[in-house]
């Protein structure tokens, strides 16, 4: 439950009281005395969506590898970039193949909506209505602005040359 006036998080406390931050009164016996939070907890959840998000790139990176392993095992030898074309190895491989590419190509709009939804996301964090999970909130969208910038710049530069090989 939170304050009414302030959104003060106070607890699970079913006594009758006065919140720590404003003063404001209120009665766990009587909901309409206090706010129930269920708009906090769908932030919460969309600001920790935002977070969990910044593994989708990573993620990829380990799935292209896993495809180039795969190649590996088809072909008997490393995939070569412009020799060996991905779409020819095999049947069974083209069933990896095509849905990481499609997946790859995915990744550009897929950034652009993320980003778009950290600006929204940085906008509503100084709100204060809800500056009780403040803390949180900005946790969740550094670590998602990190985690996009590492792996886009990590697919960017393709030290293995892998993705070079995939997408030619
Ligand atoms: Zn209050």
């Given amino acids: ?15 009758a009281g006065r919140c720590p931050e404003c003063g404001r009164e209120f009665d766990g016996g009587e909901p309409s005395s206090y706010a129930r939070g269920d708009e906090q907890r769908l932030l919460r959840i969309g600001f920790w969506f935002l977070g969990a998000s910044a593994l989708v790139p990573g993620v990829m990176y380990l799935l292209v590898h896993l495809v180039w392993v795969v190649g590996f095992i088809f072909l008997g030898y490393g995939p070569r970039a412009g020799l060996d074309d991905p779409s020819e190895i095999s049947v069974l491989f083209s069933l990896l193949y095509y849905p990481t590419v499609f997946l790859m190509a995915l990744m550009l709009p897929l950034s652009a909506g993320v980003l778009l939804l950290m600006v929204v996301a940085i906008l509503t964090i100084r709100d204060r209505e809800f500056h009780s999970t403040f803390g949180r909130r900005v946790f969740w969208v550094v670590s998602g602005l990190a985690g996009w910038s590492l792996g886009l710049v990590i697919l960017r530069t393709d030290v293995t040359g892998v993705l070079n090989w995939l997408m030619d």
Avoid: F, Q
């Avoid at 439950?1 to 006594?15: I, P, Q």
């Fill in 1 to 15: 439950m939170y304050c009414l006036a302030c959104h003060y998080d106070l607890g699970g406390s079913v006594e």
